[in-house]
């Protein structure tokens, strides 16, 4: 079984539309993530929540809004999609805090064309 | 911001050859951990170090921590092939920043 497992796992997408990214765990952990990793392979931490609660909010345009129906999901969703936001979009999760180490999805490549 | 340095940004080593990525912050960290991205794939957690001066092993990976917990380090002997990746650092400052990552390559 997959620990986190996101879908989908490549999205080639028109500027102006929106989609989301769905993703899952299947570890117990109370934290999960939504990191951005560009073409330079920067891994830039976009949002956090911990147990259903929104604990961080990066500096990331409101065109990206998370939610989370339960502590096993984080959903991300994007409006007005723009070329700038062509990435790799990585879920992560960990137990409270991050101590112990984050265990990371298999990404979702994003290009907006 | 918070920042953590990590250099060099690449490192190519013939197979055999020993090699070391260090991560470097202006402020002390909580702890700090390391992570493997192999190309095309997902980072994944190596190792957590969380006391001064800690130093841990796993096989032929070496990871330190800095007396003032201000910097680490991550060491490899004798290189294989299946060592290539980029390897980050992330540091907690109450959340965890990562590092720009070091990309190994290996030639056989």
């Known amino acids: 079984d997959t620990a986190v497992s996101q879908t989908p796992k490549y999205l080639v997408t028109q500027m102006g539309n929106d989609k989301s990214i769905k993703c899952e765990q299947n570890?117990?952990?109370?934290?999960m993530y939504w990191y951005k990793q560009d073409s330079k392979k920067f891994l830039k931490i976009m949002f956090s929540y911990n147990n259903k609660e929104l604990i961080i909010n990066e500096t990331v345009p409101n065109r990206f809004s998370p939610k989370s129906p339960d502590k096993a999901h984080l959903n991300l969703h994007i409006n007005s999609l723009e070329l700038g936001d062509s990435a790799v979009y990585f879920c992560?999760?960990?137990?409270?805090?991050?101590?112990?180490?984050?265990?990371f999805g298999s990404g979702t490549r994003l290009t907006v064309v | 911001g918070q920042q953590v340095m990590q250099i060099p940004q690449y490192q190519h080593v013939q197979e055999g050859e020993d090699f070391t990525t260090y991560c470097n912050s202006s402020?002390?960290?909580?702890?700090i951990q390391w992570y493997k991205q192999r190309p095309g794939g997902h980072p994944v957690f190596l190792i957590q170090l969380v006391k001064s001066g800690e130093v841990k092993k796993q096989k032929r990976l070496t990871f330190q921590f800095g007396e003032a917990k201000k910097n680490s380090s991550l060491h490899i002997t004798a290189t294989q092939t299946t060592d290539v990746g980029t390897y980050f650092c992330?540091?907690?400052?109450?959340?965890?920043?990562f590092g720009s990552g070091t990309k190994l390559n290996v030639k056989p």
């Open positions: 570890l117990g952990h109370d934290t």
């Open positions: 992560a999760s960990s137990p409270r805090g991050g101590n112990y180490g984050y265990t």
């Open positions: 992330a540091g907690d400052f109450n959340k965890f920043y």
């Open positions: 402020t002390t960290l909580s702890n």
